[in-house]
């Protein structure tokens, strides 16, 4: 890559892109999410729980989740002011027949705390963004160690960290996650060592809750015949199933490592061909892998029948290089989370009137508004504190529906993964296209990480995440990393769920041998019929739970962490019926 690269990342120039650019001050997103607002009483249609303890009350709320696919109008709901009111809901929930589960920012797309179309479930749940919020940071240390309740945001923890000068290495692009949620589905973030790169003291190259040291849960006491709070460490084996549960069980607050903060410098790039890009292992030129080894923290967002993937590359820079522009707040693209009018009418037509032939005009327009959005404020090469850097998505953007899956590899084979996927993909698009069908009309996202080693915790005898997508595999010590496969798309796109099963069923045969394997993203689409996601018995009842036994011991497979997590809730008060469905 030349110098003039190095200081120009967009392809074309900035003069073309903001003459041909789309208007960015626009009405917004589709529909944006926003957080459910309570039910006025005149409302109400679901009778009222019984013997509920008069001194939490009680409310109705309207449950919708990040895609606007799992609305549920009437949901009894709380707001815990303490990790005592959780344990006194969840025995009033034991004793009066009733399931209790956690609700942060119902940023999710699997049903995992509530099922599509139910009506009155026998269910509380538990606002924990009002009260369980507050957070401790403890540098005394080697490591510095941050306490923090369930309930507070991610944005919120990762500025506390900034403030005391700490950081993390990734995290989601979300701000609007709670930290509770977070670690029930081992939420992560994109980045490896670049090359010569040392981990620095409290971090990790794995999902956040490879982060945690300790944490809180509410479980069930035989002595007492009652749900407590329990605190568990690191190296208690126990807490290996409950440091990325899925939603089955409940955690109030939990204590991470942390590390120095760092520097970053943030790069777009719309000028390399995917072709390149995602060529063969071995290929020279521009590839993924290249960028991975220069710099170790890459994402590319790839929009539907577009050329150019958008590349953002972050690079540990202590010192703001000439070109890049400071910045000192997160969110720093606005053009992604309102979108130009263009798009949004595009959005519609294909919705409303099942136009799948504008789904390439769409595409072409999401590039647009993003690249000349880059170009208009000044975003294609950002320099700031990681958290500014690392958090980039806001909830007034387009809302989709994502499948998701960690293919856990060798460093060194990466590329292949790419394009082996990449190469399968657009051959299932073209078909696709030629009987006149477009079911994929959101972005292709790829990230990658390392796996949740333990040896990264500040704590000797520290135990993997039973349940995470990236725990490593004993019998593969040479699987290092994961790559992230997410394909996105409008909910209710015709032959989206067939298309996407497709796609499923070859990352599970492809990635399935000697050089890589493949688990579900919790958080994500997976289990795909021809109709739906989250519905294939076979993939959930046996595909699934055997891809957390290979190469596990008994004593710390899923079968162990199922066994345990049933200890923790015999009255199955945190269930749902996809983890009913999954056997956990």
Known sequence: MSSNDAEKPLAASRRDFLTGSLKLASAGALAGWLPAERIMAGRLTCSQPNNFPAEIPLYKQSFKNWAGDIKVDDVWTCAPRSADEVVKVANWAKDNGYKVRARGMMHNWSPLTLAAGVSCPAVVLLDTTRYLTAMSIDASGPVAKVTAQAGITMEALLTGLEKAGLGVTAAPAPGDLTLGGVL??????????????????????????????????????KASGAYALRKFARNDPQIAPLLAHVGRSLIVEATLQAAPNQRLRCQSWFNIPYGEMFAAAGSGGRTFASYLDSAGRVEAIWFPFTSNPWLKVWTVTPNKPLFSRQTDKPFNYPFSDNLP????????????????????????????????????????????????????????????????????????????????????????????????????????????????????????????????????????????????????????????????????????????????AVRPEWSKGWGYTD??????????????????????????????????????????LFSSPLLDSLGL
């Open 184 to 221: 029930a589905i081992n939420g992560h973030g994109t980045a490896i060592p670049a090359k010569g790169e040392r981990r620095l003291a409290g971090a990790s190259y794995g999902s956040i809750s490879n982060l945690v040291l300790s944490l809180t849960a509410v479980v069930y006491d």
């Open 531 to 572: 109709q739906a996601a989250w519905a294939d018995s076979a993939m959930l009842q046996t595909t699934i739970p055997n891809a957390f036994r290979a190469g596990q011991p008994a004593a710390a497979n899923w079968d162990a962490a199922k066994a345990a997590l049933a200890a923790y809730d015999p009255y199955r």
């Open 341 to 516: 009018d263009e798009v949004t009418d595009l959005a519609n037509k294909i919705l409303s009137l099942g136009d799948g032939k504008l789904t390439p005009a769409f595409g072409k327009a999401q590039f647009a508004a993003a690249s000349a959005g880059l170009v208009a404020t000044a975003s294609w090469d950002l320099w700031g504190w990681s958290k500014n850097l690392l958090l980039y998505v806001k909830p007034t953007t387009l809302r989709v529906t994502a499948n998701g899956y960690a293919v856990l590899t060798r460093r060194e084979n990466v590329q292949r993964v790419l394009n082996e996927f990449v190469t399968f993909y657009q051959a299932r698009v073209q078909a696709y296209q030629q009987q006149g069908r477009y079911p994929m009309n959101g972005p292709v996202e790829i990230r990658v990480t390392g796996l949740d080693d333990p040896s990264e915790a500040a704590l000797s005898g520290g135990v993997a995440p039973a349940l995470s997508a990236i725990r490593p595999r004993p019998d593969h010590p040479e699987w290092n990393v994961a790559v992230w496969l997410d394909i996105l798309t409008l909910p209710g796109t015709p032959y989206a769920n067939q298309f996407y099963r497709e796609i499923e069923q070859w990352i599970e045969a492809n990635f399935n041998g000697s050089y890589a």
